[in-house]
């Protein structure tokens, strides 16, 4: 690769690399936290009734209805409610709003591996604060005394929740400083911060329609906080570019807010299924943590992770796994169907049987 | 508003102001650029059988099925070829992936108003090099010496286009620093700078399907240039947001790209109701500039632009207007149906009559 063109602010980045989105064959993909039911009637009728010749025309830039829709849905005002292109945008908006170059922003060393990746993109100081050996918040480390602290609730890839009083004490003991919580996974078993909101005006929360809402396929996120952080967002955002959301997104996003029904039956769905799926792996000799999201983390004993992993893959099941330190021998396994389930626990018995 | 918890870099930033996208009035909308016509049939069935279950997953990264079909229309390889959420996006990223703080960048004092704003968001040194007073480019002064240079082709808002050996003298001065070409308008009439990349590894050029296409509700744009200079926006992107584009867009996309017939009778159309559009206004004494683009930049010289502008908001047709030096009595005048350009005619004869 010649980079000879390239900013001299870019040479170095090693970019996020996400879940393998395989073209091949057909695999049970259970290694990119997708939800395994389709969304909602309601929300593909709006999709499709968005996809008309009114697409010659640019969409609401300030994504109005969508954000009165989830305002709502989270007892806030609109201008509390910023809209992008999927949580990964919301995020890159977020770090380049809030964090100062110069000024260190914290985050946990396991948790969500985009954020040093933003951090790098833009410039940004940062440490990675190592989580407890059980995979629990280092509380007391994050009390201060940085330019802005990034929380993941419920962790990624550990599945873990924090209580709410923990996000209350960062925020509290962070005042000169943004504290953003991570919410993707907050629908599947955790407290959301949501109501702290008005409480701290350095306090912004990202959410995602991708996991919760079945609609990984449309690229809808948001951040909510104050008016005055949203006003910091849209700056960023105006700045880069004015439509991140297409009209067909912006009508499914509204739809997907406006239908509880369906999203309150496939959450619940899936938090069963997360149970009897981690009890049944835990027969098997697995170490599974309890979890709060949409997928397990879990190791064996007995069988590197790299095995399993490649075990599972062999045998038509995709999971995710980190080469990382401390968690090389986890698997991120998402919740599928109690059937996909099914099948990755009778192929890890196969595995494990094998050896 | 407080900007306390804004970052340090972004406090002083005006962000880009989009066109009206009114809301409580149907106006004859003459004011973003878009395009008359609806979406070729094609696209919108496309978009409307991809709003279905496989929205619960994430799209394709790569946007591997929609690069080679836009390298398939181009004539490169799908390595060459970027995609993103609409050429704004595009250009964003490629600010970032090609400009290096402390070089400066160059574009003309009048051209799309987004290239000062990229510049300033990411930090950017930049000058405004003066368009010519018949609006022409100083081509000299595009000639080396630079980080970087920018130069929309046609220009916006002034409608003029390039000859390409211009956009070659410019690349083959540039050696060291990527040129931007910016073709959003190109398809109405002048000549692409995509047959140059292979000569060029300096030169990318960025295209959208908002204008020729019909899809400014769609959000897809993107940057051609040799494989380093594409790998070089593929690394920003990555490390900031995995999948700007969703699965309708990517279905949409592929359709618009394949579909020239469709493509061919609207751009013409749009061309042939621009000529009769300028004779016309020509005929009520306004000057008007010879147009490659899907717009036209005419002034009075008995009418100030202000009083047009706000003339024909009152009789329901908007238009866009830039408060700049040099060209705050021009309308830039999007190129609607004829009855459309009939109906601004019109009004214009009934402002002018009635002072």
């Known amino acids: 690769m010649d980079k000879r063109y390239w900013s001299s602010r870019i040479r170095a980045l090693e970019p996020y690399v996400p879940g393998e989105q395989p073209k091949d064959r057909v695999f049970i993909k259970l290694n990119t936290n997708e939800n395994p039911y389709p969304p909602s009637p309601r929300v593909l009728e709006a999709a499709r009734r968005a996809a ?17 829709a989830l305002a709502e849905l989270y007892g806030l005002r609109p201008e509390q409610v910023f809209c992008g292109n999927g949580s990964d945008e919301v995020l890159g908006l977020c770090f380049y709003a809030f964090f100062s170059p110069g000024k260190k922003v914290v985050f946990p060393d396991i ?4 954020y040093p990746v933003y951090a790098r993109l833009f410039g940004l100081d940062f440490e990675e604060i190592p989580l407890n050996g059980d995979f629990t918040l280092p509380v007391e ?16 890839p550990t599945g873990r929740a924090q209580p709410l009083e923990n996000i209350r004490r960062i925020a509290q003991a962070n005042p000169d400083a943004v504290v953003l919580v991570d919410e993707a996974y907050v629908d599947f078993g955790a407290e959301s911060a949501v109501p702290l909101i008005d409480e701290y005006p350095n306090l912004a929360v990202v959410g995602t329609m ?3 809402r079945s609609l990984a396929g ?12 949203i006003a910091g967002v ?16 912006l009508a499914a996003g509204q739809a ?26 835990r027969e098997l000799g697995f170490a599974v943590h309890d979890s709060s999201a949409n997928f397990l983390f879990a190791a064996h004993p007995d069988c590197p992770g790299k095995d399993l992993q490649q075990g599972l893959r062999d045998r038509g099941v995709l999971v995710r796994r980190f080469d990382r330190p401390r968690i090389e021998n986890y698997l991120r396994i998402s919740i599928g169907t109690d059937e996909e389930m099914e099948a990755l626990c009778r192929a890890c018995e196969e595995i494990l049987n094998g050896r």
């Open 52 to 68: 008309d010749g009114s697409l010659r025309l640019y969409p609401d830039p300030e994504a109005c209805a969508l954000r009165a």
């Open 111 to 114: 948790t969500y591996s985009f």
């Open 141 to 156: 480390k994050f009390l201060g005394g940085n330019g802005g602290a990034v929380v993941c609730n419920p962790n990624a």
């Open 210 to 212: 991708s996991k919760s």
């Open 218 to 229: 449309m690229r809808l996120g948001w951040a909510l906080g104050s008016a005055d952080l």
């Open 234 to 249: 849209n700056c960023v955002k105006n700045s880069f570019n004015s439509y991140p959301l297409d009209r067909v997104a």
């Open 256 to 281: 997907a807010a406006e239908d509880r029904e369906y999203f309150e039956e496939t959450r619940h769905k899936i938090m069963a299924t997360r149970e009897r799926a981690a009890a049944r792996l």
